[in-house]
T-cell receptor
Framework: DTGVSQDPRHKITKRGQNVTFRCDPISEHNRLYWYRQTLGQGPEFLTYFQNEAQLEKSRLLSDRFSAERPKGSFSTLEIQRTEQGDSAMYLC?????????????FGQGTRLTVV | DQQVKQNSPSLSVQEGRISILNCDYTNSMFDYFLWYKKYPAEGPTFLISISSIKDKNEDGRFTVFLNKSAKHLSLHIVPSQPGDSAVYFCAASEETSGSRLTFGEGTQLTVNP
């Protein structure tokens, strides 16, 4: 399977704990995106990487959120001191810049529940 | 501010008929538009896209129409099938922003047998 892979699929955590999610993009894709989706809304952009460089962060990404893509392959998204408002589906997507097509392919997401 | 808007939260059609999903946008810098389909507990699946230099793109049963002057696009599904029942998201991007996607709120399509 060469699609976008996310781990874990589900995470339940207590308020105040730290959580980390992993995303493995499609191997030949150089762009990787993180989005967050809450019930009844479309996905909202959080941040994106081109290779290992983090090129943009949304204002939605508070100081408690940090993302890395150390070798330009997989990426991690960490949320520190989780709050109930962080409960959402966290989606990762990848695409290949420079092909003239900008469609991004999504993983199945990580459902975070903060209790 | 909602730059991409899908005004119909839901749409119900009969199997075999046409489904038309609509989307409006406000940002004139958007140059690429996409439709995604999403089933519960799964990530969005790419369906079809259109560049701002075109006004129509067709792929099998799916056709996307773009009206730049009206800042409006639509997805036509003909004929509709029960397996098409899902939430459909319209999305837009501008290459200069790294192609990050701005999504609408989604439209729940139900195709009745």
């Amino acid at each position: 399977d060469t699609g976008v892979s996310q781990d874990p699929r589900h995470k339940i955590t207590k308020r105040g704990q730290n959580v980390t999610f992993r995303c493995d993009p499609i191997s030949e894709h150089n762009r990787l995106y993180w989005y967050r989706q809450t019930l009844g809304q479309g996905p909202e952009f959080l941040t994106y990487f081109q290779n290992e460089a983090q090129l943009e962060k949304s204002r939605l990404l508070s100081d408690r959120f940090s993302a890395e893509r150390p070798k330009g392959s997989f990426s991690t998204l960490e949320i520190q001191r989780t709050e109930q408002g962080d409960s959402a589906m966290y989606l990762c997507a990848s695409s290949h810049a420079g092909t003239g097509k900008t469609e991004a392919f999504f993983g199945q997401g990580t459902r975070l529940t903060v209790v | 501010d909602q730059q991409v808007k899908q005004n119909s939260p839901s749409l119900s059609v009969q199997e075999g008929r046409i489904s038309i999903l609509n989307c409006d946008y406000t940002n004139s810098m958007f140059d690429y538009f996409l439709w995604y389909k999403k089933y519960p507990a799964e990530g969005p699946t790419f369906l079809i896209s259109i560049s701002s230099i075109k006004d129509k793109n067709e792929d099998g049963r799916f056709t996307v129409f773009l009206n730049k002057s009206a800042k409006h696009l639509s997805l036509h599904i003909v004929p509709s099938q029960p397996g098409d029942s899902a939430v459909y998201f319209c999305a837009a991007s501008e290459e200069t922003s790294g192609s990050r996607l701005t999504f609408g709120e989604g439209t729940q399509l139900t195709v009745n047998p």
